[in-house]
């Protein structure tokens, strides 16, 4: 049963310190997206690559956040330094370019004290 | 720019009676509409999905919807509610008529089902 996988699924840090959030698309996906969760603001979108391209980063904060895809296998969310306002549920998407449907991960919950 | 509207942020129901979740739409052209439904403290799971075949859509767990333009709508529906469906219902529209692009959520629906 094939599926995206988030590490870590939790985390707890405090205000400044370097955050890495990692997610492991389907094998075979070429499109993966990065979205947050918070009670405020519901699901945005913060940035998405496909085959390894980052096509729209608009959604992030450039100054702290930055996401990358080292190999297809493989995308990464970092926060340097992180602030309290951070503090999110962050899922990553996986799907195929060409079709409409996103397979999420589980999230990751992120607390910044 | 394609959005979406849930016209009800947190909807109860007894269980065994019939669930209606309530979406209205806009798009510029004949979008792609889903329904993800959310657990608590768990991901987003695709429960259907409408991509301008039949405009009655069968999804996972007894759920459909029906896409009606002319309302620029897609509500889901479900004959008798469990106690298991309690959870975040999200209608969603992709971004573009084509290709895997971003999603637009709505701001959610908190379902609620009474024993």
């Known amino acids: 049963d094939a599926r995206v996988t988030q590490t870590p699924r939790d985390k707890v840090t405090e205000m400044g310190q370097e955050v890495t959030m990692r997610c492991q698309p389907i094998l075979g996906h070429n499109t993966v997206f990065w979205y947050r969760q918070t009670m405020m603001q519901g699901l945005e979108l913060l940035a998405y690559f496909r085959n390894r391209a980052p096509l729209d980063d608009s959604g992030m904060p450039k100054d702290r956040f930055s996401a990358e895809m080292p190999d297809a296998t493989l995308a990464t969310l970092k926060i340097q330094p992180s602030e309290p306002r951070d503090s999110a549920v962050y899922f990553c998407?996986?799907?195929?370019?060409?079709?409409?449907?996103?397979?999420f991960g589980p999230g990751t919950r992120l607390t910044v004290l | 720019a394609q959005s979406v509207t849930q016209l009800d942020s947190h909807v109860s129901v007894s269980e065994g009676t019939p669930v209606l979740l309530r979406c209205n739409y806009s798009s510029s052209y004949s979008p792609s509409l889903f329904w993800y439904v959310q657990h608590p403290n768990k991901g987003l799971q695709l429960l259907l999905k409408y991509t301008s075949a039949a405009t009655l859509v069968k999804g996972i767990n007894g759920f459909e919807a029906e896409f009606k333009k002319s309302e620029t709508s897609f509500h889901l529906t479900k004959p008798s509610a469990h106690m298991s469906d309690a959870a975040e219902y999200f209608c969603?529209?992709?971004?573009?008529?084509?290709?895997?692009?971003?999603?637009?959520f709505g701001k959610g629906t908190r379902l609620s089902v009474i024993a």
């Open positions: 969603v529209v992709s971004g573009l008529h084509s290709g895997n692009t971003p999603l637009v």
């Open positions: 998407a996986s799907g195929l370019g060409g079709t409409d449907t996103q397979y």
